[in-house]
Every structure is written in structure tokens, then in C-alpha cells.
Nanobody, 128 residues
Framework: QVQLVESGGGLVQAGGSLRLSCAAS????????MAWFRQAPGKEREFVAF?????????YYSDSVKGRFTGSRDNAKNTVYLQMNRLKPEDTAVYYC????????????????????WGQGTQVTVSS
């Protein structure tokens, strides 16, 4: 199983930017579907972005972040990124990186239950 560690969270003013990183170890992520989720206090974990296992292939976003967030991956560095621009107070949450081996078929890319491995999360706080 792949181990994931997120970093890059912090406190930022509305309109600002942050870049989150998710460093993987234990396995190469070149054959893993990768995703970002977030969870605000008192709310369920929600889908943010999906990055296909083929670098440069399909990337999907939730409607709430589309046009502001960009997911990417560097398989050579075994790392996935989430560039977050024009941040809003409603983006405040703990952000989690998730992975699913491409060999394991099935599941919906936006469903948390699809993913096999999770990081511990990194807090993002956007002040108004």
C-alpha cells in the first residue's frame, strides 16, 4: 500500500493562493489514480480534484473549485500537487490526498470509498 503525506497548507487571505503537495512512498504512483478531497468541520468529506494515473491525462474538478484549482502530478518525484488560486473562505477545510491503484477496477472517481490509501491531511484556512 502506498503511504501519502500532504504538506503546504496554512493560513491565507481570501483571493490568495496556496500549493499543496502530496508525497508518496512505498509504491510508485505512476499506476495510481490520485485525488484530492477536503473536509470542513461538521461536514462530510467532499471531492475536490481527480488526476488520472497517466500524467497529462484526464483531470476532473468539483464545480466549486473548477477554474480556480489545478491538480497535477510528477510521477518522477512520486508527488501530486493541488494549486489553489483565488481562495475563498468557504475553501477552509482539511485537505486530503487519496490514491487508488489502477489495477483495482471499479468505483467512482468522486467517491471517497473508491480510494485505498489516504494521507493525514493538511489544514487550509482562508480568512475573509
Amino acid at each position: 500500500q502506498v503511504q501519502l503525506v500532504e504538506s503546504g497548507g496554512g493560513l491565507v487571505q481570501a483571493g490568495g493562493s496556496l500549493r499543496l503537495s502530496c508525497a508518496a512512498s512505498g509504491r510508485t504512483i505512476s499506476s495510481y489514480f490520485m485525488a484530492w478531497f477536503r473536509q470542513a468541520p461538521g461536514k462530510e468529506r467532499e471531492f475536490v480534484a481527480f488526476v488520472h494515473w497517466r500524467s497529462g491525462s484526464s483531470t476532473y474538478y468539483s464545480d466549486s473549485v473548477k477554474g480556480r484549482f489545478t491538480g497535477s502530478r510528477d510521477n518522477a518525484k512520486n508527488t501530486v500537487y493541488l494549486q489553489m488560486n483565488r481562495l475563498k473562505p468557504e475553501d477552509t477545510a482539511v485537505y486530503y490526498c487519496a490514491a487508488k491503484a489502477s489495477a483495482n477496477s471499479g468505483g467512482l472517481y468522486y467517491s471517497p470509498s473508491t480510494y485505498d490509501s489516504w494521507g493525514q491531511g493538511t489544514q487550509v484556512t482562508v480568512s475573509s
